[in-house]
């Protein structure tokens, strides 16, 4: 039972590349989510998905798009990275019928030059 | 949306000392209440959480406290040690989808 597992690790982008960030969680939850942390901040929700098919956008989405690929995956893309968009990512999930515990992955660390 | 705030930002104590990190949330209709743990580098862990029907909850040196009246919640850990040190979140919320997670508290427990 890996959990939630996120890849790449590390990153390094170019201003204006692209990259899609994978998550996939084998915990049968219906809840994803995508937050980033910023330097000696708090996290903050980018999108989330509340079951398969379905997507919402958190505090801050500007500059991304999510895709709910199947129960157990759910990325997050950046079309065209700006400096930004330096942070580190972390995937969540989140169990339903009560059980309210967020499971985070290990987070990629993004770095837009 | 929930408006949440942390207290204070850092908290310095030696170790066996006592610490308290508070968290005040504005949405009435929060329900559960967990504190999160996050050593440097790594990804952030529930520590403990507590629901809306109960007051207080132990486990070994943490404990968290509710007021629902007053919509606050504190994590308290006794005899901190070393590898206490972290950054703490809390994160109130109603169960349903989106969580705001407070920006965090800082502690540093000195040998």
């Known amino acids: 039972n890996a959990g939630v597992t996120q890849t790449p690790k590390f990153q390094v982008l170019k201003t204006g590349q692209s990259m899609t960030l994978q998550c996939a969680q084998d915990?049968?939850?219906?809840?994803m989510y995508w937050y980033r942390q910023d330097p000696g901040m708090g996290l903050r929700l980018i999108y989330y998905?509340?079951?398969?098919?379905?997507?919402d956008k958190g505090e801050v989405p500007n500059g991304y798009n999510v895709s709910r690929l199947n129960k157990r995956e759910f990325s997050l893309r950046l079309e065209s990275a700006a400096p930004s968009q330096t942070s580190v990512y972390f995937c969540a999930s989140r169990g339903q019928g009560g059980l309210y515990e967020q499971y985070f992955g290990p987070g990629t660390r993004l770095t837009v030059t | 949306g929930e408006n949440v705030e942390q207290h204070p930002s850092t908290l310095s104590v030696q170790e066996g000392d006592s610490a308290v990190i508070k968290c005040t949330y504005s949405d009435s209709a929060s329900n559960y209440f967990p504190w999160y743990k996050q050593e440097l580098g790594k990804r952030p862990q529930l520590i403990i959480d507590i629901r809306s029907n109960v007051g207080e909850k132990k486990d070994q040196r943490i404990a968290v406290t509710l007021n629902k009246t007053a919509k606050h919640f504190s994590l308290h850990i006794t005899e901190t040690q070393p590898e206490d040190s972290a950054v703490y979140f809390c994160a109130p919320n109603t169960g349903f989808q989106k969580l705001v997670f407070g920006t965090g508290t800082r502690l540093l427990v000195s040998p």
């Open positions: 998905s509340a079951s398969e098919g379905t997507t």
């Open positions: 915990m049968n939850h219906n809840s």
